[in-house]
């Protein structure tokens, strides 16, 4: 089956070579015949594949201690068009698809053979249609939909909507999948399975585009409880319902006011009872003694201008707060942070910092947990020779002791400092950056109250030539890297060497780059590391695109593991082709 | 007067034929949180009934949630809650949906609150006592069973490090690239399993759906520590001109329990999965994330 895959894969890469290159001479033949239609209609975007393959080859023979992190052969589409007709009427095309499903998080985790239904929905996958005639466009499709922060964003959902923004009015509404039933299976290997899951949105409000939105978000979806067989075992069937209203001001001189608040009604079983107990969000839902009604809120206000912006955000999560549109939000959390940027010194420095404080436990269902949240980034050009940038990040976490003797305490501490020499010639360009961090992460022992520091040392040098009159660019690089916490030092020394040209009259671009590093682990025997990569892009003409990445790693372990001598080779492949079409250029 | 009398009478028979109901009541002491969750899993609340009365009587079990000074906090409301027959082999296992039926147990005040918005009880002591009680007048047919137990939600690592939309040198990336967490809170007894996982986000994917659909170029199970050091032996690809967009990566934690199951099945994802970060190896310093990533 898989087979078959690949070979149809190949032969359409095959196939869409000869048919790019006779793209090529019969858009130049139509070109005139067509001139007086391109004046209406105007086609521009690209199409693509792409073939990835994969090698593992571990030695001792049997020896499974390193996993393939990659699929051994996949083979990706794109199609990505717009159909421009006139001023007022577009049909963009966004088709990205692959021919193997590779899903490891999730509800498609585990799955080898999918249905069409399966196919369609599944994330690795989109198949979205988006025409628009002036403000009304219509959705079909794969759509990422992002209405705000605390109703739906992170989901792709398959299914039809519209966008319609007449004048300042905004209305918004989707209808779809989001994931189709999967059946579980014990395995090997095991697939958790999923239920079907329906997907509504819809968003009504006014908006003038940098200077105000006010809208009121409805998201819900459920689960359809019979569309797996055998039902998952750890994946309940859910319901969601999320009414969110939020509202963004852009005032004068930069100032500006964001702010949504939301309630969430949730039923995290839904083959629990239903409850006469708990409130129901009638017509929406009904409440099942799972049902939790929670709410969310964000605040931020500030001014931004072009060399200073200061800002205060306010996120209040409670603990009950889940919705189905962001599928990994973490709830129960109350976090408070002061956002700075300041250009100064003719824009020569540059300032990034934050502070800010979380903290867990809002409604008192976890044990209590305090986070302090501390960045910092200052570049300063002091010259056209020297440069100096420094950055600082701090995190903090603590929380109360429970049934332990004592609380968790984890800092982790991180410095670093980086400056940069330029020296111009004649004919070449020096640039050499030194780079050093350290890295310190404290953590307690719950039982015994005592604090482990981890320590980690990184330095660096690079040096780079840019040859004025050459089209080739070297760069070599040094690093050093220690880590020493109570039983374990780890140190790591590499040396790296890349070169770009261009060749064949610049239609070639070409890069390789080289890399050894040799590590240790106590006193156990050195550990060798070789990393070659090659990256060739090639303009096959004007239109079309050749783009090939080769990569090799040769790793073989000191004496820390058993079998001694352990060692592998990985390769990869990725080679593809991509042809850009724009009608209105190429006239 | 006449009814009255009937009344007594059925009362009494009811009495003296369950007069020796006995419940023995197992109850895990650091049970999930979240409440609804007790009726998914056997091992949390089982209830023996064992009676010598004459086989096929009737009972129901009165059910109430305490503090440890006694306070009641919750109590089935016995008029709705069903009535239970005696097996005439003598020994009925009753579970948690039996014993503590959500749907007619009324909680007070800020617990009702709190049970209402996050499904779980404040994180505390309790005390959980149950007593087999005639169907008529909810007089007592055995001795009230108490154990108690302690609640607090499992709280799922933060990630720390990198931290969110961090850029990270390409070369130093190259070598190694450090990851920090916190660890999952109340520390459980038995060692936490922390599988931490890194996906690749390609140009035309957005991070979480990277993170839904493509394979892990690191998938590595840590236990009990909070800290793992990645020797990526990755050549990041270069700066990319037409897409704008520096590699960009999602990672993940997902914490397992001894049995290899996640942590906490009713928060979040169900997965056991820590809210992902993303970062960026940036192999031209001159470059920064622009608007694509």
Request: net charge positive.
């Given at each position: ?317 409670g603990a009950g707060f889940q919705t189905i549109g962001y599928p990994f939000l973490q709830s129960d959390k109350l976090d408070y942070t002061l956002n ?248 | ?293």
């Amino acid at each position: 089956m898989m087979r078959k895959k690949i070979t149809t894969s190949i032969l359409f890469l095959c196939m869409f070579v000869v048919t790019s290159f006779a793209q090529d001479v019969k858009d130049s033949l139509l070109d005139k015949v067509k001139d007086k239609a391109k004046e209406k209609l105007n086609v521009s975007g690209t199409m693509g594949v792409t073939y990835e393959g994969y090698g593992l080859c571990r030695s001792p023979s049997g020896w499974t201690g390193y996993q393939p992190r990659r699929p051994w052969n996949q083979v990706r589409f794109n199609f990505t068009p717009n159909f421009k007709f006139g001023k007022n009427f577009s049909l963009p095309f966004n088709f990205n698809f692959a021919a193997i499903p590779t899903n490891f998080a999730g509800p498609y985790a585990g799955i080898k053979k999918q249905n069409f239904g399966q196919f369609i929905t599944n994330p690795l996958n989109s198949f979205g249609i988006n025409p628009k005639y002036k403000w009304a466009e219509l959705q079909l499709g794969t759509q990422y939909l992002k209405y705000s922060d605390l109703s739906t964003g992170d989901i792709g959902i398959f299914g039809i909507g519209v966008d319609l923004r007449p004048k300042t009015f905004l209305f918004k509404f989707f209808t779809g999948i989001s994931q189709q039933g999967i059946n579980y299976i014990a395995g090997p290997p095991t697939v958790t399975g999923a239920y079907k899951r329906r997907n509504w949105m819809a968003q009504i409000g006014t908006e003038k585009e940098g200077k105000y939105l006010f809208a009121l978000n409805f998201a819900k979806g459920k689960d359809v409880p019979a569309s797996a067989s055998p039902a998952p075992i750890t994946v309940r069937p859910q319901e969601g319902v999320v009414i969110s209203l939020v509202s963004e001001v852009y005032a004068d001189k930069g100032f500006y006011f964001k702010g949504e608040g939301a309630q969430s009604t949730f039923t995290k079983d839904l083959a629990t009872p239903l409850s006469p107990v708990l409130k129901s969000l009638k017509p929406f839902m009904e409440a099942h003694t799972s049902t939790l009604t929670d709410y969310a809120g964000q605040l931020g206000v500030g001014k931004k201008s072009k060399n200073f912006d200061i800002g205060v955000m306010i996120k209040y999560l409670g603990a009950g707060f889940q919705t189905i549109g962001y599928p990994f939000l973490q709830s129960d959390k109350l976090d408070y942070t002061l956002n700075t940027r300041i250009n100064a010194w003719k824009n020569k420095m540059n300032i990034v910092a934050s502070a800010g404080r979380r903290v867990n436990n809002v409604n008192n269902t976890v044990l209590k947990a305090n986070q302090f949240i501390g960045n910092l980034n200052w570049f300063t050009q002091f010259s056209d020779k020297f440069s100096l940038n420094v950055n600082y990040n701090n995190f903090g976490f603590q929380t109360a002791s429970g049934f332990n003797p004592y609380g968790i305490k984890n800092v982790s501490n991180d410095l670093g400092i980086n400056p940069t020499f330029t020296f111009t010639g004649k004919k070449i360009i020096h640039l050499l950056s030194m780079s050093y961090n350290y890295s310190k992460y404290d953590e307690r022992d719950v039982l015994t109250g005592l604090t482990t520091s981890n320590n980690t040392h990184t330095a660096l040098l690079t040096y780079v030539p840019t040859y004025l009159e050459k089209d080739i660019s070297p760069d070599f690089s040094i690093l050093y890297f220690y880590n020493n916490v109570p039983g374990a030092k780890i140190t790591l020394a590499t040396l790296s060497t890349a070169l770009s040209m261009q060749a064949a009259k610049k239609k070639l671009r070409l890069r390789g780059q080289l890399q050894y590093t040799l590590g240790k682990l106590n006193s156990f025997s050195n550990s060798n590391n070789l990393i070659a990569s090659c990256n060739i892009d090639f303009k096959l003409t004007k239109k079309l695109n050749w783009n090939t990445f080769l990569t090799t790693n040769y790793f073989k372990y000191g004496n820390e593991i058993i079998p001694n001598g352990a060692n592998y080779v990985e390769t990869t492949c990725r080679t593809g082709f991509q042809y850009r079409f724009d009608t209105k250029k190429a006239k | 007067m006449k009814k009255i009398i009937s009344t007594a009478i059925a009362v009494l028979i009811v009495a003296t034929g369950m007069a020796q109901v006995k419940f023995n009541l197992i109850v895990n002491a650091q049970p999930p949180a979240q409440l609804s969750e007790w009726g998914n899993r056997r091992e949390v609340l089982t209830l023996i009934v064992t009676g010598q009365g004459a086989a096929g009587n009737q009972y129901k079990i009165k059910t109430e949630i305490k503090l440890l000074d006694g306070t009641v906090i919750g109590s089935a409301d016995l008029a709705k809650t069903p009535a239970f027959t005696l097996n005439s082999t003598g020994t009925t296992i009753l579970v948690a949906n039996d014993v503590m039926p959500l749907e007619f147990m009324v909680f007070t005040g800020k617990y009702r609150t709190s049970l209402e918005r996050t499904g779980k009880l404040p994180a505390d002591n309790y005390t959980i006592c149950v007593q087999p009680v005639n169907i008529i007048d909810y007089g007592p047919l055995g001795e009230s069973i108490c154990k108690n137990f302690y609640l607090a939600t499992t709280q799922l690592p933060i990630l720390m490090k990198p931290y969110n939309e961090e850029v990270i040198d390409s070369k130093k990336a190259q070598t190694a690239i450090i990851f920090r967490w916190t660890p999952v809170v109340p520390r459980p007894t038995s060692p936490v399993t922390y599988r931490i996982q890194v996906f690749e986000v390609l140009p035309t994917q957005n991070p979480v759906q990277a993170l839904r659909s493509n394979q892990p170029l690191l998938d590595k199970e840590i236990q009990g520590a909070t800290q793992f050091i990645w020797q990526p032996q990755l050549p990041f690809l270069p700066y990319d001109n037409e897409t704008k967009k520096l590699p960009t990566f999602i990672w993940t934690i997902q914490s397992l329990d001894i049995d290899h199951n996640p942590v906490t099945r009713t928060d979040g994802n169900g997965e056991g999965r820590s809210e992902p970060l993303i970062f960026f190896v940036n192999p031209d310093k001159n470059k920064k994330p622009g608007k694509g990533n």
